[in-house]
Every structure is written in C-alpha cells, then in structure tokens.
C-alpha cells in the first residue's frame, strides 16, 4: 500500500472550500441570529436530516438562497436542471456544503474498514438489507471511510465515505464514492423503520438519488470561483457500490463483526487525542480488515468443492441413460439476514448475518468461521 498516495489522504488534503470555519465566520457575518451558537455537529444534523423540522432552519435557508442565486450567475443550465427537476436542490446543497464538512470531521479519527474481496461478494449478494434502530445506534463509528480499491468488482471506485446518524424514525445515511482521480458521487438515503424498529430493503430496487462533481469542489464564498460542469461516468455501476456500503454499515453494527487490525496500521496507528493537531499523516490512519478469516474459508471450501464439482461434471457427461438422476452442480446459496427475538419475554429483536452455504451432491456446507483467540 502507497502510505503517501492513500485516496482518502489524498483527498483530504485538497480539501481546502466550504470547510466548517469559513461557512461560519460567513454566516455570522450575514448577521444571522444564533449563528455563533453553531457547532460542527448541529451544522451536520442541520444538512443531513430532511424529516424532521431542521435546527437553525434560518441558517438552512440563508445557505439556499445563497447556493441557488450563486450556482444561477454562474451555470445558465442549472436552473434549468432545477426547474426540469432533473436537478435536486437539496442534494446539490449538501454537496457543497455538507460534504467538504464530514471530510475535515473524518480527520479527526481516520476510521477505515477494508474489506476482503470474497466477503464483499458474499456480503453484496446477501438477500435484501436488514438493521434495526439499535444496531445504528451502536455502530463503532458513524463517520468511516470504506477501503474498496482491492476489490476488482468496484473498480474505478477506490473507497466510500459513510455518515449515518438516525433521527427519531429516520436513519439518514449519506454516502461519497470516491474514484483513484478523486472524482466523487453522492448518494442519500432515509430509512425508516416498522413497528418491530426494523426496516428490511430489497436494495434490487436502490436507485441513486446523488449527483456527481469533479473533484473541484466550488466554493460560494469567493468571487473568483468557477463552477464546474458535471462530468457523468456511465462505466461506473455505483448502485452495486451503494448496495454493499448499505450490507457494509448493518454488518459492522451487528453484535462481534469480523473485525482486526490491518497489518498496513497496526504497529504506526496513534490515536489522536481531542487536543491533538490534525496533521494528515500516515500515523493518523488506523485500517481495520473485515472478513478476513470468513474470505480465508471460503477460499480453502471453495477450492477443494471446485475439484470434486469438475469431477461430478465429468461423470454426469458420461451417463448413457436418460432416466438416472444427475447429481446436482454444486454452487453457493446467498447469504442472508436472520432476525431472532432475545432477552426476557422475547422482546428484544436481535439481527445476523448468516453466510452463505456450499450445495451440492446431497450436501450443505456452511462456511464456518472459527472463533480464534489474539
């Protein structure tokens, strides 16, 4: 791994518009009340959550007015999207102001979760999307950036930004895809949830609700500032990318996901302190791997089963007649999510992931991860 060309460093690094700071010191001086009471966590709630009434709703609407007259001097087409509604204000809004904002927010802790590429598989393929509202609560972290760029299916894609907080009913997830030239897309979601705190999606029907921007990021606060056009990527499959950030997110939240310590980190990791200057280094970052051992197992099952399906194959091939039954092809049944009820009374709603299962020749095998020991 190139330490001094890691995307998400990279990325942060450039990211100079709209930070926090600015955006304040701007709309203070708009002389907007309770303006100076505005924290970077309330600035987040304020532009993420669009289900409840909004805090400080002036200041919201100060940034729209600002956004749209801004955006209209400066791109004729875009209030043509927005009339056309092929544009959405709101989104457009929250990628320029709320975005550059959870960057420089991921600077202070640089939580990354990487991946193995056949977990991810497994974890893509799973039947449908489960959480419940206690399993967003309980994520590790609810700003991470997701390591993608071994992972070959994802490609150009190189990693995810994710924010997910849950307000009230609504789980608001905001998602970036970041490609290797740091082109972003956005995506955002609300989840709700039904009368047992779940909510099961059936992610064949996501469909992407972002817009895509250079990695210019304009910033309305200077005179000199050149809106970019935005530039659609048609090779990019970002809907399967979202898919798996969505399976990413309910599995980190579930009780003893698969996790451990990168090798690229574990001996330069150092936890920044509350106090502590945000240096962009390497030091900074800490990666944990997801699935290793579960991608380990399934290598060694699926190895050894490929050998005895070829075998199979072959003997079935040489059947002279048509009324023996053939053995079945051997293949992976999906992974799935399994809700159970825990706790006095069964009333509590526990939720896991349940990997997927080798069939064939009269057989089921689970892949079995083994608890070990550090």
């Not at 609407?61 to 009339?83: A, C, R």
């Not at 979760?113 to 056949?118: G, I, R, T």
């Amino acid at each position: 791994m190139d330490q001094n060309n890691y995307t998400p460093i990279r990325l942060v690094k450039q990211n100079t518009e709209n930070d926090f700071s600015t955006i304040k010191r701007h709309v203070c001086n708009a002389r907007i009340k309770s303006a100076d009471k505005l924290t970077v966590q309330s600035f987040i709630d304020m532009m993420t959550d669009d289900f409840h009434n909004p805090v400080y709703p002036v200041i919201k609407e100060y940034l729209y007015t600002l956004f749209y007259t801004t955006m209209s001097e400066n791109d004729p087409d875009f209030v043509k999207g927005i009339e056309s509604k092929s544009f959405n204000l709101s989104t457009e809004i929250k990628d320029v102001f709320l975005y550059p904002v959870l960057l420089q927010e991921w600077t202070k802790s640089k939580q990354v979760f990487k991946p193995d590429p056949d977990f991810a598989e497994a974890l893509l393929y799973t039947e449908k999307f489960c959480i419940t509202k206690n399993m967003v609560d309980h994520l590790p972290y609810n700003l991470f950036y997701i390591d993608l760029s071994d992972i070959p299916i994802f490609a150009p894609i190189d990693g995810v930004f994710a924010y997910i907080k849950r307000y009230g009913d609504i789980a608001c997830i905001n998602l970036y895809s970041i490609t290797h030239n740091l082109t972003y897309f956005s995506f955002y979601l609300g989840i709700g949830f039904d009368e047992n705190d779940c909510s099961i999606v059936d992610l064949d029907q996501l469909q992407s609700t972002g817009a895509q921007y250079d990695t210019y990021v304009p910033s309305l606060f200077r005179t000199d500032s050149v809106i970019q056009d935005m530039q659609i990527d048609t090779q990019v499959n970002r809907t399967e990318v979202y898919a798996f950030a969505l399976q990413l997110i309910a599995y980190l939240s579930i009780d003893e996901p698969q996790l451990t310590e990168s090798d690229f980190t574990k001996n330069t990791y150092k936890p920044m302190s509350l106090s502590s200057k945000v240096r962009n280094k390497w030091s900074e970052v800490r990666i944990q791997d997801v699935g290793v051992r579960y991608g380990n197992n399934f290598r060694k099952v699926y190895i050894s089963n490929k050998v005895e399906s070829d075998e199979n194959e072959a003997e079935n091939d040489d059947e002279t007649t048509s009324t023996k039954r053939k053995s079945p092809i051997p293949h992976f049944r999906c992974a799935h999510w399994h809700k159970f009820w825990v706790g006095k009374g069964r009333t509590q709603l526990k939720v896991k992931w349940v990997a997927p299962v080798f069939v064939g020749n009269g057989n089921a095998k689970d892949i079995v991860i083994h608890k070990i020991d550090d």
